[in-house]
């Protein structure tokens, strides 16, 4: 009797178990497949589009139940990239970014709310330049799936837009350049 209620515990335990826990996924930023992307207008006369060229993190999820979703974000913000080397030295500066003193912005979820199968709305505070805001931003999923090389991998994207001065970012580029846009477009691999 006792083998019995052992075996019915064991197997009970293995078949709930995957059922009740998120599974872990390491942003793929070394297969490159994940991006930190900004826009802004420049004076209010033209786009200037850039990225974060180093960042990392893990986020948890699992499609039964979404509102356990979690993820966490690094940046390097001296890896900003606008595909201009002299605007990026003024951007690593204390006009902006400030670099040297915030090396590092992060993004820690607190909730995910799902909408539909692919739908969500992420809520979580927002590091930059010192300052922690919490933020509430619509994502998407893309796909999940098993990729060519034996692993599980699921992507999202998310976008958001922040006024600057939210954040102690004040420098006056005109009353167009305000607020930046950020778009987070990552694929996970299942750990």
Do not use: C
Not at 6 to 19: I, M, N, Y
Not at 37 to 47: M, R
Not at 71 to 94: C, F, G, M, P, W
């Amino acid at each position: 009797m006792k083998k019995l209620l052992l075996a019915l515990g064991v197997t009970a335990a293995a078949t709930l178990a995957p059922l009740t826990q998120a599974a872990t996924y390491n942003i793929d930023t070394k297969g490159a497949h994940a991006f930190i992307q900004f826009k802004i207008q420049h004076l209010g006369y033209s786009w200037l589009l850039g990225r974060f060229n180093t960042f990392g993190g893990q986020f948890e999820y699992d499609a039964d139940a979404p509102e356990k979703s979690s993820i966490l974000v690094e940046i390097d913000t001296a890896s900003i990239d606008s595909n201009h080397a002299e605007r990026d030295k003024h951007l690593k500066n204390s006009d902006f970014l400030d670099v040297s003193k915030y090396p590092k912005s992060t993004f820690q979820s607190t909730s995910f709310k799902a909408i539909s199968d692919t739908e969500a709305e992420v809520t979580g505070d927002f590091t930059l330049h010192g300052v922690t805001k919490s933020i509430t931003f619509p994502v998407t999923k893309i796909g999940e799936g098993k990729d060519p090389w034996g692993g599980y991998r699921v992507g999202f994207e998310g976008k958001t837009t922040l006024k600057l001065s939210d954040y102690g970012i004040t420098y006056n580029l005109g009353p167009a350049s305000t607020h930046v846009e950020i778009g987070l477009f990552i694929e996970g691999i299942r750990q």
